[in-house]
């Protein structure tokens, strides 16, 4: 059974930074793809971020582009979200998901709240 | 990254059938078979109900299809259920510059 578990998500203030983890398990992690998707209050889904399987390259939603940096470890089977110069927008539930570009978003974790407020 | 344009509801009584429309346009949802559908019941995480603009994963009921034409793509449901309450999203790949962009998201009511 693939499992994805998020973690980090907290209350942070304006212009903070924030590292989310997803740990996997069940799947052949690095030979998965690996996105960030959110989801702010009562609103709709956002994709974030993607990093191919092997971290060579990655792709980044307008809103997020030089402040967010997707990144894995294939060893220990983990994605990374670094988020910096965070602002009030960017409070939402993150989910990390599995990502193929013939299937979509296959696999999703629960998801993570980030909270972005003073 | 233009959202995919989707009703922001859609009702139906038990046992009938419904269709949710998503409309994107030539560069992302009408240049690619590549749409996928997305069930979220309330705080409960999204799962994919149809990829490749048609197909079904594993365990997902037959009483949900999908099908494209031009720049609109469509998911019907068939035999409304009262789980089918929940909200859908459609999302398409939209080329390795935007990658992917979701719909706006549509509330099912099952009256």
């Known amino acids: 059974e693939v499992q994805l578990l998020e973690s980090g998500g907290d209350l942070v203030q304006p212009g903070g930074s924030l590292r989310l983890s997803c740990a996997a398990s069940?799947?052949?992690?690095?030979?998965?793809?690996m996105s960030w998707v959110r989801q702010a209050p009562g609103k709709g889904l956002e994709w974030v971020s993607t990093i191919s399987s092997n971290g060579g390259t990655t792709y980044y939603a307008d809103s997020v582009k030089g402040r967010f940096t997707i990144s894995r470890d294939n060893f220990n089977n983990t994605v990374y979200l670094q988020m910096n110069s965070l602002r009030a927008e960017d409070t939402a539930i993150y989910y990390c998901?599995?990502?193929?570009?013939?299937?979509?978003?296959?696999?999703w974790g629960q998801g993570t709240l980030v909270t972005v407020s003073s | 990254q233009s959202a995919l344009t989707q009703p922001a509801s859609v009702s139906g009584s038990p046992g009938q059938s419904i269709t949710i429309s998503c409309t994107g346009t030539s560069s992302d949802l009408g240049s690619y078979n590549l749409v996928s559908w997305y069930q979220q019941h309330p705080f409960k995480a999204p799962k994919v109900i149809i990829y490749?603009?048609?197909k079904r994963p594993s365990g997902v009921s037959d009483r949900f299809s999908g099908s494209r034409s031009g720049n609109t793509a469509s998911l019907t449901i068939s035999g409304l259920q009262a789980e089918d309450e929940a909200d859908y999203y459609c999302?398409?790949?939209?080329?390795?510059?935007?990658?992917?962009?979701f719909g706006g998201g549509t509330k099912l009511t099952v009256l």
């Open positions: 999302c398409s790949y939209a080329g390795s510059a935007t990658f992917v962009v």
């Open positions: 069940g799947l052949t992690f690095s030979s998965h793809a």
């Open positions: 490749g603009v048609s």
């Open positions: 998901a599995e990502t193929t570009v013939t299937k979509g978003f296959t696999y």
